[in-house]
């Protein structure tokens, strides 16, 4: 039987040790100490602890998170270069859901009894695997939380953790700046996402926003004109895209481009892929926003402030733009810069 108390306490250690580095890693060890250097539970033996990672790999859009399993088991590593835990390596075994409900919670299921804990996961299917975590309170799952029925996992600890509901920061901004577009709003959100959008969708009701158009969008879609032609009818002028990932995005920006529609606001909070300013043509791009999880509305980039900019190429300015929203989200204004980009950005939002 696992004790409880020891595996969070355990499982936290290791939390830490992923989230705030080396320096996490004196807890790791000192909780594992008390116990002796056997092969004491599930997925522990005297040089080893095996721990589960599942994110989405494969499926609609392969290699969706292969950077969440990436760097957990890249830390790993690192902490094993130094000795591990308790002189235990880290072991990661990994599981790919494919983008699907189903394959998350078998293969949760199937991999429960042979690790000591799930970290570093990413799916937006993790609500799925939560009704396995439910019946199997005393394993540890450690990863940031996005659905609902993952973040009432009793077991459940996330690097993040999130309040219910959804930030209502950048939407005051938006009701200040663009308040005509915010009484007419159209969104087509990721059906992977559906916790997402339901809170997301409260947020901007409970600020007055007006939704005149909504549609989940599944994975396998490929055409979303019909859509963008009932926005423009609907006189859309602010355009949601929750979730959606880069590609996508590029071809709805193609799409709308060619019906010209053209809302005065676009908003989603996927452009942080770089091989978006690689899919995306100008002038599709100009007026699209991101917001970050510190609530606060940040600036994107387009191809206008690229040649308008003091620089060698648009990666550059991504490179430029990057620090004007570290900056921004610590709470200053972005640094004038030499080379250009983040001034411009503040100058072009």
């Known amino acids: ?91 990661m075994k990994g599981g790919d859901d494919a983008l699907n409900c189903n394959q998350n919670q078998t293969q949760t299921q199937d991999m429960i009894g042979s690790v000591f804990a799930f970290v570093g996961s990413f799916a937006v299917f993790d609500n799925c695997g939560a ?24 077991n459940g600890f996330s690097p993040q953790p999130a309040p219910p509901g959804f930030r209502t920061g950048p939407y005051q901004y938006y009701k200040q700046k663009y308040p005509n577009a915010v009484t007419k709003v159209g969104s087509l959100w990721a059906t992977t996402s559906p916790t997402t959008w339901t809170n997301q969708k409260a947020a901007e009701e409970s600020l007055g926003f007006k939704i005149l158009y909504e549609r989940g969008t599944a994975p396998t879609e490929t055409d979303w004109t019909a859509d963008i032609i009932r926005m423009k009818n609907l006189g859309v002028e602010f355009w949601d895209l929750r979730n959606q990932n880069a590609s ?7 799409e709308a481009q060619q019906q010209n529609f053209h809302p005065q606001v676009i908003i989603t909070n996927s452009e942080y892929d770089a091989n978006f300013f690689k899919l995306i043509a100008d002038p599709t791009a100009r007026g699209g926003r991101q917001d970050d999880a510190r609530g606060r509305a940040v600036p994107q980039v387009d191809e206008e402030v690229a040649s308008r900019c003091r620089c060698g190429s648009v990666r550059d300015v991504q490179l430029g733009v990057r620090r004007a929203v570290r900056r921004r989200a610590e709470g200053g204004r972005p640094e004038p810069d030499s080379s250009g980009p983040a001034h411009r950005a503040e100058e072009h939002p």
């Open 1 to 91: 039987m696992r004790p409880i108390r020891f595996r969070r306490l355990a499982a936290i250690s290791v939390a830490a040790a992923l989230v705030v580095g080396l320096g996490a890693q004196t807890g790791a060890v000192a909780a594992v100490r008390r116990q002796t250097n056997t092969a004491s539970d599930v997925g522990v033996t005297p040089t080893q602890i095996t721990l589960g990672n599942i994110v989405t790999l494969t499926g609609p859009i392969p290699g969706l998170f292969k950077g969440s399993a990436a760097g957990t088991d890249a830390y790993f590593q690192y902490i094993n270069s130094k000795g591990g835990v308790n002189k235990r390596k880290l072991v």
């Open 131 to 154: 009704k396995v975590f439910a019946q199997n309170p005393t394993v540890a799952d450690i990863h940031y939380l996005l659905s609902d029925d993952a973040n009432k996992e009793v």
């Open 248 to 254: 996508f995005i590029a071809k709805m920006l193609s």
